[in-house]
């Protein structure tokens, strides 16, 4: 996700990803963007930090069972539920685009998190939230809107639901990579890249495909999870990507 215009990335996105659609979507799409950029507040303190997967010279792909890293991965998150995380992603060539730092536990029914959140509308300014079940408390209409996002796409067991709607799987050491085109996604993560997009239709989103990886770490837990989502635009593929590293993990809660 780099900038176009030469400016510096995550900071300072040129256009919303579906500007050059029509002059009807991209307007909708700024208008969306808009809405969802704002912030305040202050910073909370985690050990996890988002890097690069290391320069390959690695092993040779392996193609293991889909379903049968689905499990684990949600086995391993029902021993051990709760990080610390660091996530950061946004839509490609747009100002729709967040940082957040704090803590997730992996609950039915969604994720719990605690964290401060900082997108360039905020300024810099990071934004203390909570998010229950998936659900955001109280906070501006911006960072409320973010953390909806962060709440399924630095979930863990959103990648345990991307494994399972993905058919060909591949390994390499302890990296899984898998591709699912978005209209088979789960109906969650759906709903949620129709809406950032600015309203897209299931026409649109099915010509989009989402590419994932994940990570693993000690006891079978993830260290990172990434997706991109690649949609064709005019001739050209844009990507947007979100990321997420994960330490520290262990049992717990987030207190009310």
Not at 91 to 119: C, E, K, N, W
Request: hydrophobic share 45%.
């Amino acid at each position: 996700m780099t900038g176009q215009d030469g400016t510096p990335a995550r900071r300072r996105r040129s256009r919303l990803l579906l500007g050059a659609v029509s002059v009807a979507a991209g307007a909708a799409l700024v208008a969306a963007g808009t809405a969802w950029w704002q912030g305040g507040g202050a910073p909370a303190a985690t050990s996890a930090v988002v890097r690069p997967l290391p320069a390959t010279g690695s092993p040779a792909a392996t193609t293991p069972d889909a379903r049968s890293l689905a499990t684990a991965l949600r086995q391993a998150l029902a021993r051990t539920p709760m990080a610390d995380f660091a996530y950061e992603g946004g839509l490609s060539q747009s100002d729709f685009y967040a940082d957040a730092r704090g803590r997730l536990v992996h609950a039915p029914g969604g994720a719990d998190l605690a964290m401060t959140v900082t997108s360039p509308a905020s300024e810099g300014e990071p934004a203390e939230v909570t998010v229950r079940r998936g659900r955001p408390g109280e906070a501006r209409p911006g960072v409320a809107d973010h953390a909806r996002v962060i709440a399924v796409l630095a979930s863990a067991r959103t990648a345990a639901e991307l494994a399972d709607a993905t058919t060909g799987l591949t390994r390499t050491g302890d990296v899984y990579r898998g591709e699912v085109p978005a209209a088979g996604a789960p109906q969650h993560v759906q709903h949620l890249l129709r809406e950032i997009a600015g309203g897209w239709s299931e026409e649109e989103l099915a010509r989009s495909t989402l590419v994932w990886t994940v990570t693993l770490g000690e006891r079978g837990l993830p260290a990172r999870f990434a997706v991109e989502w690649r949609a064709p635009i005019q001739g050209a593929v844009l990507t947007s990507s979100w990321t997420t590293a994960y330490s520290g993990w262990r049992a717990g809660t987030i207190a009310q």
